[in-house]
């Protein structure tokens, strides 16, 4: 079982950065992949990010691509993901995630535990 809880949410000017927190619960958290998911007002939930249970492997959306980094410190049970160059598009809920496929889950229904969210809003 894994409890998770985003943090570093905020609205922050097109061009910006903010950095997003997951605080994670449990001793088996180094045994995850752990990923980001967003969510815009009447959308689905979208892949952004995923690292490895290891840090050694990361994917990312096409769209964040450059942009936005996923790291994580299993040391802390945290991961993080740092977003650059918002733009307005980026506007969304902000999920961390956990899962225990060991090859590249970008589905939603491939991760098991969920956080509560943190809002991102990018102002133009």
């Known amino acids: 079982q894994v409890q998770l809880v985003e943090s570093g949410g905020g609205l922050v000017q097109a061009g910006g950065s903010l950095r997003l927190s997951c605080a994670a619960s449990?001793?088996?958290?180094?045994?995850?992949?752990m990923g980001w998911f967003h969510q815009a007002p009447g959308k689905e939930r979208e892949f952004v990010a995923l690292i490895s249970w290891s840090g050694d492997r990361t994917y990312y959306a096409d769209s964040v691509k450059g942009r936005f980094t996923i790291s994580r410190d299993n040391a802390k049970n945290t991961v993080y993901l740092q977003m650059n160059s918002l733009k307005p598009e980026d506007t969304a809920v902000y999920y961390c995630?956990?899962?225990?496929?060991?090859?590249?889950?970008?589905?939603?229904?491939?991760?098991?535990?969920w956080g509560q969210g943190t809002q991102v809003t990018v102002s133009s």
């Open positions: 995630t956990a899962s225990t496929w060991s090859g590249t889950p970008i589905k939603r229904d491939q991760y098991e535990y």
């Open positions: 449990g001793r088996t958290f180094s045994r995850y992949t």
